[in-house]
């Protein structure tokens, strides 16, 4: 491949980097990273190392991008900047791209759909959806033009750009062409509403696919059981997808169609590859019942069957919420449960449902040795009048099911709910992994005590941070400053400008700079100044914890709050996402470690990140584990690290290349390293890491 031909906007030359990748040999793209991302910070873009393919490169989306206003950019603005003609170039000169990402506004110009084309090593996409009023075809309608361009793609996942975004979050309108999906084995387009003469087209190209093992799509493709696109969708297409293992759907409104219910589930039920399936949706409670006796069929024939969401009951928004129903779950769905030896995660909901009903439930999943996790995902409600969380505090605990039963629901705490929540003594018993308290001109007593009861490591914490008085601002803070249960956290700013806010938000972000405990933090609209971001930066860099950094700029909303122009903060922001990225990919070797892949990389990260908190939580991600499971194999793979004899030792650091050794003089005098005693050599290991002789 030639070098780069830089355009009219010139980036620095030493950038001009031409690709090396020749079979195993990887591209020397990487060793210009940091200055290549500090280029493309511009545009929110950045190159990192592919995790999932060795020697490959992703080009993917800043999580801390200095500024949000190219959302803003018109066509001509994007190809006049510089940061985009470095974009264009590498994409277009280097083979060793495997993985994509891009916003769906991002105007790509016909070059590089072209040299994607050539390119088949890029089997990943990932497009960031990102709305604007009006006008939506044309700013959507590059990267669909470019997605059904790339013939070689085996993953494709459409996602909403969330917080990085300009107007409200949308679904967007697309068309996919058949070519595309010749040879995917993961397509998630549930952000997408395909254009109606589309659908058709969609469902019929899927149909041939005989790769898809992983399918994520949105209801309203299916609605309407008499439209020729619905019926092929719900009729043929589980039934065709012949390895499926992963089927995801989602719908924001309830559907009605009981004919389409029953449809669908009697497709599922004839899947017998069938690993996960996610049904998050609604229905009315007229027809809950019927057809929940289809999914107790899907539970019985299928198998293989891990994990299964079901759906949630609903009423008109006119009616009463549902009250309690010991009826609502019928017979045979409870017997399925408890006779499956396959389903080790269940996702529930709670809605309308009965104490009986409750009591069942969790007496089956004492009986069922399979059954690791039983995770209610909607109808938990702290509102006042409502009982539905007083009921499984006393039934969780009751029946000593804190480690099986645990909450994906988030939970929304505020002042006033919190006065309620206080009042439950078996509140500690419950396990939330969403959490969101907001702080909105006061913490009380209450609400600061339900973060320190409710706050565990593994669930994910969002603060919602307005102007607090500042006589309760040190009590919180100092929490925040040194709870170890706080491992992944986002504080969402408010929009004031008053200087009490800002000050509270710079108390915040001072507290969580002290926090050595953090896996994951995540600021949004926050106007970040230099200091803070090197308080980050130290503290990630002494710690190692911060494995994940997210930043949304507070220019998403006001441009005058923009200061990602200056050059200061700007090595800021590059120097801690440097240090995140390094955290992160020791935190890698660490989980691929424990799982057994014996490296000198992984074997330190051990030694380093034994009591991380987010360790033995990666491990059961990866793996589909327990907690428990995940624990054991963290401790397992510690104490093999400690007890690593001088053979071992010596090839995980690189001293020698095979893993037995001999003596490299069997002539020399004295007492050779390979000779001293096991019980001598375990007593030079306390004061000899890895580390120690593999960074000499």
Known sequence: MALFQPQANRYPNELHVPCTKNGDVN???????????????????????????????????????????????????????????LAHDMIGSHRCFTALEMYSSTPWPKRVQRALKRVSAVKTLTVYLVHHHGY?????EGVFALVSSLTSLEELTFKTARDRHVGSIKHVSGQLQAQSLMHLTTLDVRNVLLESENTLAFFSALIDNRSVTDFAVDWRLLRGSLTVPAKLGSLCLPRRLAILRKLRLTDRVACWDRDLWLRLTEAFAEKATLEELHVKMKMPVEIYTTV?????????????????????????????????????????????????????????????TGETQLRSLFADVQTN????????WDGLNTYAGSLNIDLLCKLTSMESLGHVVSFGQELFVSNESSLKLVLLSELRSLKFFRLKFRLY?????????????????????????????????????????????????????????????????DRVVAALANNSSIARLRLVEFKLKTAQLNMLCQNAREHRSLSEFVLTPACAISSQN??????????ALLQLQNVVSQNASRMSAAVKFVLGEDSGDGARAIEELRDHPWLPERVRDDAGLTDAEAQKKVKLAVNRVRNLNVHEFLWLTGVVRERRATPLDPD?????ILEVPLVCWLYIRRYVNIADVASG
């Open 369 to 376: 040795q399979t059954l690791k996790n039983v995770i209610v």
């Open 292 to 352: 929940s006796e289809g999914f107790a069929q899907v539970v019985l024939q299928c198998t293989n069957l891990q994990r299964l969401q079901l759906p949630t009951s609903s009423r008109e928004s006119s009616s009463k919420l549902p009250e309690y129903d010991d009826k609502r779950w019928p017979a045979s769905l409870i017997d399925a449960l408890k006779a499956t030896h396959s389903l080790r995660d269940l996702y529930i909901s709670v809605a309308g």
């Open 562 to 571: 923009c200061n990602g122009r200056s050059e200061v903060f700007r090595v």
């Open 441 to 505: 001109y006061r913490c009380t007593v209450e609400l600061l005590t339900c973060c320190k009861i409710l706050c565990r490591r593994g669930a994910r914490t969002i603060f919602e941070v307005c102007c607090v008085r500042e006589s309760e601002q040190p009590d919180f803070c100092d929490w925040l400053a040194e709870s170890s249960e706080l491992t992944h956290v986002t504080v969402a700013a408010e929009s004031h400008t008053s200087a009490d806010c800002a000050n509270m938000r």
């Open 136 to 140: 939506e075809a044309r700013f959507h």
């Open 668 to 672: 020399a005098r004295g007492l050779h």
């Open 27 to 85: 591209c020397q793209l990487l060793e210009h990273q940091v200055a290549i991302n500090k280029v493309l910070r511009d545009i929110g873009l950045e190159i990192r190392a592919d995790r999932r393919q060795v020697g490959g490169v992703h080009m993917a989306v800043s999580q801390t991008p200095v500024c949000d206003e190219f959302f803003t950019w018109w066509p001509d603005t994007w190809l006049k900047a510089s940061s985009m003609n």
